[in-house]
């Protein structure tokens, strides 16, 4: 049996994750040998539902699992409680936001590196078959030259857990994954209660669209087509988990550190456009 514990369980990750695994049966060999959160209501609703045990503290687990799952809802607590456990390289799964600062997003990666933990996490939203079909598009030139995209997220500013931050990736994340993880620059603007961003790839721009509610929407414009629509995101947890179950059993990551961690720099730069009206320049990992 694999032996793995849930670090910040606020949000319905952990609760997804528990649910799969212990009441659907999605593998065999896994127990949940406990749940931790700063906000002792959470972690005691899962104790309830699903007979895990309770951490008084993120570090309680250090030399007994076989790997870790973090899912604090606020993103500036996922280095915090992953980096007890690195120094045994055990597998880590790091829910979005990654990060919320570019300087933890370095450290975090020099950490993983030097003690060659495998990584997995991020947005779930990626997981969607039209976005992996928008992604084919892309990369194929299906309908030849592709000459920019739209993509809509919901978003959610007024928060205690990273504010902007909390909830952005998500939208980041899809469009890095059909675009690609290293646009140029961003301008962002608020307008009501829309986030607007224009995102400069070398070659063509892509438009988001952050709006409160729970629309997600993207799409693809090439020379011969037009490709887009709603998709959702209720369903793909299991297969989030499956990444990280792979992880656990030796496989190796999917995605490169610099990629794991490229929304984070995305995020800061529409966060710095947003704050200064200006283009801002997305920078990389290796100029921090």
């Excluded at 528990?18 to 209501?41: M, Q, R, T």
């Excluded at 996922?78 to 597998?91: F, M, T, V």
């Excluded at 990736?169 to 961003?197: C, D």
Aim: net charge negative; with cysteine.
């Amino acid at each position: 049996m694999y032996k793995v514990a849930i670090l910040g369980c606020e949000n319905s990750h952990a609760n997804q994750f528990l649910k799969a695994v212990i009441n659907e049966n999605l593998v065999p060999d896994i127990e949940f040998v406990g749940v931790y959160s700063h906000e002792p209501e959470a972690a005691a609703k899962l104790n309830e539902t699903f007979g895990v045990p309770v951490a008084q503290s993120y570090d309680e687990f250090v030399g007994k699992v076989d790997g870790v799952i973090v899912t604090a809802r606020h993103g500036d607590n996922h280095y915090k409680y992953a980096k007890p456990y690195l120094e045994s390289g055990i597998p880590v799964f790091i829910d979005k936001p990654i990060t919320c600062t570019e300087e933890d997003a370095k450290a975090f990666m020099e950490d993983l590196k030097k003690n060659n933990v495998r990584v997995s996490g991020g947005s779930v939203c990626v997981y969607n078959e039209f976005v992996q079909e928008l992604k084919t598009v892309v990369a194929e030139k299906t309908y030849g030259e592709v000459n920019g995209g739209f993509l809509r997220c919901p978003i959610n500013m007024d928060n205690p857990h990273g504010g902007f931050f909390f909830y952005t990736q998500h939208l980041v994340q899809v469009m890095m994954e059909i675009f690609g993880n290293y646009p140029e620059t961003v301008r962002a603007w608020q307008k009501g209660e829309t986030v607007h961003v224009d995102v400069h790839y070398a070659d063509y721009d892509v438009d988001l669209s952050y709006v409160p509610g729970s629309v997600y929407y993207a799409s693809v414009s090439a020379k011969t087509n037009v490709v887009g629509n709603n998709y959702t995101v209720s369903s793909y947890f299991p297969n989030e988990f499956m990444d990280f179950y792979r992880l656990l059993k030796g496989e190796p990551q999917k995605q490169s550190y610099e990629d794991f961690f490229a929304p984070v720099f995305v995020l800061n730069a529409i966060n710095r456009s947003l704050l200064s009206g200006n283009v801002e320049k997305v920078n990389r990992i290796e100029e921090i």
